[in-house]
């Protein structure tokens, strides 16, 4: 996979908190303290006690001006963690501005990561150099209310509809400064309820056990963006706040031998915790296809819950979380996920170079966003299901019953 080891990583970040992290460029309160990568003297680390304004001896996160019902909750309190911004410490966007392809690509490198959100025939780039820095962005796509995320910690880039029914309130979004599992937590502004980004499930207050409905979005290279969706904008740089767009403030983090930040649950020893995988939720069942074996395969046929599944990989992605600025960062590749049936046909696929993709039924070519691009079904366009390109450790934690993908004939 060329993962690089970055030089005494684990060492380096013992005692961080994520405030810190972030305070590398810029400071909660808008004041620039150090350059990024400038490495703060670690702090002994110790969960934090209850703050005051706490709920109960269980809960250790303060609850000070939040009118969040805390008596409703489907997991236990004592998991969530601060995560060291206050809450909207990591601003969300919420009126964003949008640039053309051309304006963006003066600041956007040819492999840099996007998340690739397209519906009903419109799609939009929200780049992770900006993702990074605010974690949510309050939208709007073809008409649909739209929510995208982004966690760095688990590498989850997930789009959701921000209503409940199709006919319901729309919901706000923002960080509530607080972890689980290593995983942002968000609020929304009409309940105050506290949601887990990595499942869209409600976990604490008046909407607990709700669930936001997931929405095909895709961690894919600006030039592969641009070559499948010509006519699309990209979210603008002009947020409203000064940050250090470009940059990383979480140098060397998905290092494959370093360990997840925040994180107390237990590992899955399967995998290395923060091995890239692409996790894949259906009906309540569940599988990861891991960055190591699609590298090898191109693409693996699969079947889950009566699901007929294709996962695409290429290379053409850089990692948002390696180097100290995103375009230096390595080539990690990247993934697509799609129903192999059209027409009520089963397809199977297998690579045809140059990131690229055939069906041996028909022979047409398809990208890795799954738009077919010459032979019979040219013009066509697989199905893209819901999936996130996830660290093992996260997925894991959030779905321990997984299935991990092995060829067939594998362990």
Same mark, same amino acid.
């Not at 140098?251 to 915790?273: H, K, M, N, Q, V």
């Given at each position: 996979?060329? #993962?690089?080891?970055?030089?005494?990583?684990?060492?380096?970040?013992?005692?961080?908190? /994520?405030? @810190?992290?972030?305070?590398?460029?810029?400071?909660?309160?808008?004041? *620039?303290?150090? =350059?990024?990568?400038?490495?703060? /003297?670690?702090?002994?680390?110790?969960?934090?006690?209850?703050?005051?304004?706490?709920?109960?001896?269980?809960?250790?996160? *303060?609850?000070?001006?939040?009118?969040?019902?805390?008596?409703?909750?489907?997991?236990?309190?004592?998991?969530?963690?601060?995560?060291?911004?206050?809450?909207?410490?990591?601003?969300?966007?919420?009126? +964003? /501005? #949008?640039? *053309?392809?051309?304006?963006?690509?003066?600041?956007?490198?040819?492999?840099?990561?996007?998340?690739?959100?397209?519906?009903?025939?419109?799609?939009?780039?929200? +780049?992770?150099?900006?993702?990074?820095?605010?974690?949510?962005?309050?939208?709007?796509? !073809? =008409?649909?209310?739209?929510?995208?995320?982004?966690?760095?910690?688990?590498?989850?880039?997930?789009?959701?509809?921000?209503?409940?029914? +199709?006919?319901?309130?729309?919901?706000?979004? %923002?960080?509530?400064?607080?972890?689980?599992?290593?995983?942002?937590?968000?609020?929304?502004?009409?309940?105050?309820?506290? &949601?887990? @980004?990595?499942?869209?499930?409600? $976990?604490?207050?008046?909407?607990?056990?709700?669930?936001?409905?997931?929405?095909? !979005?895709? $961690?894919?290279?600006?030039?592969?963006?641009?070559?499948? #969706?010509?006519?699309?904008?990209?979210?603008?740089?002009?947020?409203?706040?000064?940050?250090?767009?470009?940059?990383?403030?979480?140098?060397?983090?998905?290092?494959?031998?370093?360990?997840?930040?925040?994180?107390?649950?237990?590992?899955?020893?399967?995998?290395?915790?923060?091995?890239?995988?692409? =996790?894949?939720?259906?009906?309540?069942?569940?599988?990861?296809?891991?960055?190591?074996?699609?590298?090898?395969?191109?693409?693996?046929?699969?079947?889950?819950?009566?699901?007929?599944?294709?996962?695409?990989?290429?290379?053409?992605? /850089?990692?948002?979380?390696?180097?100290?600025? $995103?375009?230096?960062?390595?080539?990690?590749? @990247?993934?697509?996920?799609? *129903?192999?049936?059209?027409?009520?046909?089963?397809?199977?696929?297998?690579?045809?170079?140059?990131?690229?993709?055939?069906?041996?039924?028909?022979?047409?070519?398809?990208? $890795?966003?799954?738009?077919?691009?010459? %032979? +019979?079904?040219?013009?066509?366009?697989?199905?893209?299901?819901?999936?996130?390109?996830?660290?093992?450790?996260? &997925?894991?934690?959030?779905?321990?019953?997984?299935?991990?993908?092995?060829?067939? =004939?594998?362990?």
């Amino acid at each position: 996979m060329g #993962y690089r080891r970055s030089a005494n990583l684990s060492e380096r970040s013992k005692g961080f908190t /994520r405030r @810190q992290f972030l305070s590398g460029g810029v400071a909660v309160a808008g004041v *620039s303290t150090l =350059g990024v990568g400038a490495i703060w /003297r670690p702090r002994s680390f110790a969960q934090p006690a209850a703050t005051p304004g706490a709920l109960d001896d269980d809960l250790r996160v *303060s609850t000070s001006g939040w009118k969040t019902d805390f008596s409703r909750h489907s997991v236990s309190l004592s998991e969530f963690q601060a995560g060291g911004p206050p809450r909207d410490g990591i601003p969300p966007v919420d009126a +964003p /501005r #949008y640039v *053309s392809l051309t304006e963006a690509s003066t600041w956007l490198e040819a492999r840099e990561p996007v998340i690739a959100v397209a519906l009903a025939g419109s799609a939009r780039a929200y +780049p992770l150099q900006i993702m990074i820095w605010h974690e949510i962005v309050n939208d709007e796509l !073809a =008409g649909r209310p739209l929510l995208v995320t982004f966690c760095p910690l688990c590498n989850t880039a997930i789009a959701f509809d921000r209503r409940l029914a +199709p006919d319901g309130p729309v919901y706000d979004f %923002g960080t509530t400064g607080n972890l689980r599992l290593s995983d942002l937590v968000m609020w929304d502004r009409q309940t105050e309820s506290w &949601w887990q @980004q990595l499942t869209g499930e409600a $976990i604490v207050g008046e909407l607990t056990g709700a669930r936001l409905t997931p929405l095909p !979005a895709q $961690i894919i290279g600006w030039d592969a963006f641009k070559r499948a #969706y010509p006519e699309a904008d990209v979210l603008s740089r002009e947020t409203g706040v000064d940050r250090p767009y470009g940059e990383n403030p979480y140098p060397g983090y998905d290092d494959i031998d370093s360990s997840p930040f925040l994180f107390t649950g237990e590992s899955d020893g399967r995998l290395a915790p923060m091995e890239r995988v692409v =996790g894949v939720e259906h009906a309540g069942a569940t599988v990861a296809y891991s960055f190591a074996a699609l590298a090898e395969t191109g693409v693996i046929n699969d079947r889950l819950d009566g699901w007929d599944v294709a996962v695409f990989y290429a290379p053409g992605a /850089r990692s948002a979380l390696d180097a100290a600025t $995103i375009a230096g960062s390595r080539d990690v590749g @990247q993934a697509g996920v799609f *129903s192999r049936v059209v027409d009520g046909r089963t397809l199977t696929f297998r690579p045809a170079g140059n990131g690229r993709f055939t069906d041996e039924e028909t022979g047409t070519i398809w990208d $890795i966003t799954g738009q077919s691009q010459e %032979g +019979p079904l040219a013009g066509r366009q697989l199905e893209p299901l819901p999936h996130t390109v996830v660290f093992w450790f996260a &997925w894991a934690a959030a779905y321990p019953k997984t299935r991990l993908w092995s060829p067939p =004939g594998g362990e």
